[in-house]
């Protein structure tokens, strides 16, 4: 789904400022890495559009959420730090595009321990809502690539927008 076609769904849902986006990270704002993760700032790579749609997203929605797992960290694969690194370079790239995102929540732990943080469980989610407490999940979208990021968002109750790099 392109960005586009997004905005044929915002539009149907008459989503304003109540609303919050929540985005997914790897395969939904930066290019996946096959068999790998991003583990530094010179893997991460902006998918198409992302820059250019983001800012819009924000003229739309009162607040854009990052939500993703990040068992690299659990993996020992890289440290908490080197990830908040990426985000916080992820964050000033979108800034200097016109753009932002109000917080980015990760969850570094294994899938196989199936932590409460871990997509497709709510606790980001849950998070989220405790940080910014006008936040209704019902009045949220999730968007993300895969079916445990759409799974967190209906399981959080909200909408939900499945992207794929076709």
Not at 14 to 27: A, P, V
Not at 94 to 102: Q, R
Not at 126 to 131: E, N, R
């Amino acid at each position: 789904m392109e960005v586009k076609e997004i905005f044929v769904f915002v539009m149907k849902w008459k989503i304003d400022e109540t609303w919050t986006l929540f985005l997914d990270r790897d395969g939904t704002i930066n290019k996946l890495l096959p068999g790998d993760y991003v583990k530094q700032w010179e893997e991460f790579m902006f998918i198409n559009g992302v820059l250019d749609a983001i800012p819009v997203f924000n003229q739309i929605f009162g607040l854009t959420i990052v939500a993703t797992n990040q068992q690299g960290v659990g993996k020992k694969l890289m440290s908490e730090k080197d990830l908040r690194s990426i985000h916080v370079q992820m964050l000033e790239e979108i800034t200097e595009s016109g753009g932002y995102i109000d917080e980015v929540y990760y969850c570094p732990g294994l899938a196989a321990n199936m932590p409460e943080c871990r997509k497709p469980e709510i606790g980001m989610a849950l998070q989220a809502v405790g940080d910014f407490p006008n936040i209704d999940l019902r009045k949220s979208i999730m968007i993300g690539d895969t079916l445990s990021d759409m799974q967190f968002g209906r399981n959080a109750g909200m909408k939900t927008i499945l992207i794929t790099d076709e």
